[in-house]
């Protein structure tokens, strides 16, 4: 089995659709279907199960599948790292940023594209409730969240922005028409409750007191930012959110307020330490760079 057709087989088996998967590795569908046929008549069997409506693995194609992902990620790292020693960066680089986020780094992205060609950069969407998830989970290889963290299985690149912190209110919330209000006054609210979120992480946004030493309540369990808007609106709960939120994300019946003492919140680069490749450590020296 060639590399190629090996390579189709794996992004079929993630997508799990024919035009996809063309539109991802650039071909035709017609290239990805005869790959798949080619690849079925040298095992002897089906390794998917398509309808006009659905494509599945089939159980043989599910076992085929967990074998060659090992060693094709071997390979590719080697070709990578190949490639990093000759001073040339190239594979599929997969970054996780959080909707508008991922405007506010264009510059460090052009940086690297322009440095790196041979190099296929792509945007994937991490959720604010969990952003790490889609790191641990392999999905993604690099992602830009807000510090501070500490998991000792991930490493902090550089920070790449900051952003002043707002607080989300519905617009019939007694604070809702003060020019700005302080991180005292969240002791007379209640936020959103966000459980998969690191404690450093969540203290940016949504501390467990106010300077004064008051708790401040925790309300109902949201885990999507749409969640967040929906709730907020609702005039339950309020949420501390990052500054560029009143411009991405306007919602109907919201109103963001700056909180005037909160300190600025850091935005980096962040990666599994055990999967670290030439290809985020080029994305990281973008970011460094003047």
Known sequence: MELRDIEIFLALAEELHFGRTAERLRITPA??????????RRVGAALFDRTTRTVRLTPLGVHLNQQLSAGYRQITEAIEDAAAAAGTVTGVLRLG??????WTINAVLDRFRARHPAADLRLREIHPTAPLDELR???????????????????????VHTSNILLAMSAGHTLAARESVCLEDLGDCTVVDLPALPRSMEEVFHPLHTPSGRSIPRGPTVTSWHEI???????????????EAISFYPWPGIVYVPIRDAPSCRWALVWRTANETPAVRALAAAVDST
């Open 97 to 102: 940023c959080m909707g508008a986020q991922a």
């Open 31 to 40: 290239r990805v279907s005869q790959s798949i046929k080619k690849q079925e």
């Open 137 to 159: 989970s392999g999905d993604v290889d690099v992602a830009l969240v807000w510090l501070p963290l500490h998991e000792p299985d991930l490493t902090v690149g550089p920070v």
């Open 229 to 243: 808007l929906s709730t907020v609106a609702a005039g339950k709960v309020v949420s501390g959110s990052a500054g």
